[in-house]
Structures are given as C-alpha cells and as structure tokens.
C-alpha cells in the first residue's frame, strides 16, 4: 500500500461492489465510532483503488460531519476484487461481533459475487473447517420461499425472522424451516395428483376370488398396492370365457 494521506470526504467516491458488502451500522454502531474518532484520531484509513473507495463509508460520512478530512490510503491499482474484498474487510471477519450465521452468509457471498471457492471463502470468513452452513446459505437462495421473505438479508443483519411459523437467527433452522415447507408442499401435490386419478382396483380384477385375494393381501405390510400386482392375479385367477371368446 502506498502512503497515507488526508482526503476532502467530499471527494471520495465509492466503489459500490466492495462498499455494499457490509451492511450499514446500527445508529448505535455508528455514533460509537463517531465519538471515538471525534475524542482521538481516525486510526484506520479508508482504502482507495483506482480513486474509487472500497472501505470507508461511514469514516467518510463522520469526517463530513465533523468538518474534518478523512485519512486515506492507496492500494495496488492492479489487486483483484477477490483480494481487494478481503483487504477492505479484515476487521469484519475476525470480528467477534458476528454470528455464525452472518460468517456463512458473507461466505457464500463470497463465492457467488468474488469467485471463491467454498474452502477458500470459509477459511477468509472464519467458519469451522467441514461446516456445511454455506450449503445451508445456497439452499435458501435457490428456493422460492427463501427469495420471497428475503431471508438472507434479514439474518445477514442479524435479525431474527419467522418461517412457516418458526422464528430463527439461525442458518440451519431456517432451512429446515424451509425444506420442510417445501416437502409439505410435495405431499400435498402428490396427494392431489394421486385423488386426480383414483384407480378403482376391483375394475381391473377378472375374478371374485382375485378380488377377495387382492383386499386380504393390502392388510400385509410391506406390499404394493398396483397394477403389477392386479396382473400377477389375474395371471393365476383366470376368469372363464364363454362360447365366443370373450370372459364372462
């Protein structure tokens, strides 16, 4: 990095791609550091690429409101978005402010918007080694429901959201929440589906006693009840056939 120097805020301009990664502070974050950076100095610079700001946001925000310039510095014009997103947020990833969940999600932010690998993007975000939480995070993202609530943003920000009535922080729960909803939604299509075309069974039974064999056998476990099975019946219970052919 190059030599740090101070910056009018008025001038900086934001690269929207690593500056939008994070979610803004709390009013109570944020005055927070408004006070520390009003009683002392602004100890970490905002990081500048190509003149365009990747981290610093609420630093430039405070130094306008304060009157005050904003310490800046310069990085290799040539470092990679996947690089240049890790420098800007090395304080946000050893952050102990942050739930596990919220480390999954910026991890499969990760790989969807910077073209990590899931391994990479969970060593960089701090997660266990093994976790499969960022599978749980691209489950929700490629379902419907998951899509509909916004569910990713509402637990990327630490909120707490209900789901088929089940209230969660957590990655995991919410898509159990949400796979047994979908799976709930199956049956209930397969049920239709299979009332849709209800088959009358004693239709397809040629004899009375394939008929009395056929009901005893559905109070046996285990034993399907078809058309594979109706034709093995009827293959041993043959019905008679009259003069011309045709069973009676």
Known sequence: MGKEYWLDPSDVKFD???SGFNEQ???EE???LKYQIRRGVQEDPILIRNGLCGDGVHRTRIAKELGRKVLAVDVDPELSDKDFILRCNKNTFASRNLSATQKAIKAYRLTTEFGYSDAE???NAGLPKGTKSIGYVRTI???QMGKDLDVLHVLEQGNSITINGKVTKSIDNAKRAIKLYEEAELRAKVDESMERVRVDYNEH???ETGKDLFWAMQKL???PRNLKLIELINTIYKAPKDAEGDIE
């Open 205 to 207: 039974l040629t004899t």
């Open 30 to 32: 944020y005055e927070a």
């Open 25 to 27: 502070k709390t009013p």
């Open 121 to 123: 993007a969970i060593k």
């Open 141 to 143: 993202a490629n379902s």
């Open 221 to 223: 476990e285990k034993l």
């Open 16 to 18: 929207s791609k690593m």
